[in-house]
């Protein structure tokens, strides 16, 4: 069965560090990956996507993702932390199988520290 | 272009009261989904329809009833609320003429059940 696997439910960095938010999957159909942002109160906005193009992904906000098939991982990362980057990270997986199919992982919150 | 509008957006219940959350799109996406959140575990997908007249349970259906009568709306019934269906609900759709296969959500109904 397909899932996806959130290394760490709290990350906390200090503003201008390097973000680095782990997501591993289980996939037997090839998958199309997420990673979706959601701020206090607020609904999920996608950061960026994995479509089987290009395995390095650059989303909004400067943030950008490296699909390694090897690796089964989809990790998220952020050369420097900015404090508005305080917010709940969920990546997801998505698949056709009968129908299609969005799964997600349990979510990492990142906290930014002054 | 309104989207995914899920209403409404706040919702107190008391146990065994029955509601009905809505979620309306204007995309023409064939495919719409509801998922409920809760701390630490993610998006759950409760049911997902892939066209009008089309439903089908997710990973945790039970206390939830869905029907797809319009390609536009796809309401959640809640026929006996209880505590355990305290949630924040999200709308989902997407279709297939987008080649990344994205969804768009809705912006969430946060429902309390005392």
């Known amino acids: 069965a397909q899932s996806v696997t959130q290394l760490g439910s709290h990350v906390s960095v200090s503003e201008g560090a390097l973000v680095l938010l782990r997501c591993n999957y289980s996939?037997?159909?090839?998958?199309?990956l997420f990673w979706y942002v959601q701020y206090p109160n607020q609904g999920l906005q996608l950061l960026l996507k994995?479509?089987?193009?290009?395995?390095l992904v650059k989303g909004i906000n400067g943030f950008e993702a490296e699909f390694k098939k090897s690796e089964t991982s989809f990790h998220l990362t952020k050369p420097s932390a900015h404090m508005s980057d305080a917010a709940e990270y969920f990546c997801?997986?998505?698949?056709?199988?009968?129908?299609?199919?969005?799964?997600f992982g349990q979510g990492t919150r990142l906290t930014i520290n002054p | 272009n309104a989207g995914v509008t899920q209403t409404p957006k706040f919702q107190v219940l008391k146990t065994g009261q029955s509601m009905t959350l809505q979620c309306a799109q204007d995309?023409?996406?064939?495919?719409m989904s509801w998922y409920r959140q809760d701390p630490g575990m993610g998006l759950r997908l409760i049911h997902y329809?892939?066209?009008?007249?089309?439903?089908d349970q997710g990973e945790v259906p039970n206390g939830y009833n869905v029907s797809r009568s319009t390609t536009e709306d796809f309401p959640l019934r809640l026929l006996s609320a209880a505590p355990s269906q305290t949630s924040v609900y999200f709308c989902a759709t997407y279709t297939r003429d987008n080649p990344a296969y994205g969804y768009t959500f809705g912006s969430g109904t946060r429902l309390t059940v005392v």
């Open positions: 994995y479509t089987s193009a290009a395995t």
């Open positions: 329809s892939v066209g009008a007249g089309i439903t």
């Open positions: 997801a997986v998505s698949f056709f199988q009968g129908a299609q199919k969005l799964v």
């Open positions: 995309m023409n996406h064939e495919y």
């Open positions: 996939s037997s159909v090839p998958p199309y």
